[in-house]
């Protein structure tokens, strides 16, 4: 985990705000819908998809360092996720207090899919430099 803060800390200044962004908004997001009775199963697997992918992360870190495949993590975990929130935004008749927080999620999952996406399909072909100089 050390590895891996040193290498955040290498990152661009905008990368760097958008993961205290990010985590924050999903994390934060998650436990919130943990208190509603109707979007409680999505705040549980939000925070769970988001444990899987840290721990996905970390361990595409520990063996190849900062790579672009690092999106892999988010990748596999928030793609069904985002899948769960669009559907539940379909069917929710909670207060508009919950639908917010599940736009707010959904938004920000996208964006960083887009980020993700375009990483991992760029390390598949080929761009396997480190994200950050050693």
Known sequence: ??????????????????????????????????????TRLTGFL????TMFS??????????LGM???????????????????WRKLKTISSPIFFKIILWILVVTIVAALVFDYFDVVSWIFGNRAPVVAA
């Open 67 to 85: 790579v672009k495949l690092l999106g892999l993590g988010h990748v596999l975990f928030w793609t069904p996720m985002v899948v769960l929130i």
């Open 1 to 38: 985990m050390e590895a891996f803060s040193t290498d955040v800390a290498l990152l661009p200044n905008w990368v760097q705000a958008w993961m205290n962004i990010l985590g924050p908004v999903v994390i934060g997001a998650g436990i919130i819908l943990l208190f509603n009775k109707e």
């Open 54 to 63: 840290v721990v996905v992360m970390l361990g595409i870190h520990g063996q």
């Open 46 to 49: 939000t925070l769970l998809s």
